[in-house]
């Protein structure tokens, strides 16, 4: 089972990324995906998740109107574009996959991609 996240680098602020999460290994259409993030000497934090269907999706405040999850269950891929960065917004970007519903807690989560640094200059 692997997630592998994509799409990360160097961006000037205000400019846009799109991160890509494939899974193999199992199908993830059944669950609740998301993305975190890492930044150096901080905690890993909720970014976004996206509901199975994609019918729901969450945004923690710092990213809301700026982020747009999505997922496409054909192709077993979340989605993650990035709108008007910002310098805070550099870390690492981690996907991940939970078997229990639309969650933002990181303890829910039971699969996790190895992570995608985005780096904002400013």
């Known amino acids: 089972v692997q997630l592998q996240a994509s799409g990360g680098g160097l961006v000037q602020a205000g400019g846009s990324l799109r991160l890509s999460c494939a899974a193999s290994g199992r199908t993830f259409s059944s669950d609740t995906m998301g993305w975190f993030r890492q930044a150096p000497g901080k905690e890993r934090e909720f970014v976004s998740a996206i509901s199975w269907s994609g019918g729901r999706t969450y945004y923690a405040d710092s990213v809301k109107g700026r982020f747009t999850i999505s997922r496409d269950n054909a192709k077993n891929t979340v989605y993650l574009q990035m709108n008007s960065l910002k310098s805070e917004d550099t870390a690492v970007y981690y996907c991940?996959?939970?078997?229990?519903?639309?969650?933002?807690?990181?303890?829910?989560?039971?699969?996790w991609g190895q992570g995608t640094l985005v780096t904002v200059s400013s």
């Open positions: 991940a996959a939970s078997t229990k519903g639309a969650t933002r807690s990181i303890y829910d989560y039971d699969y």
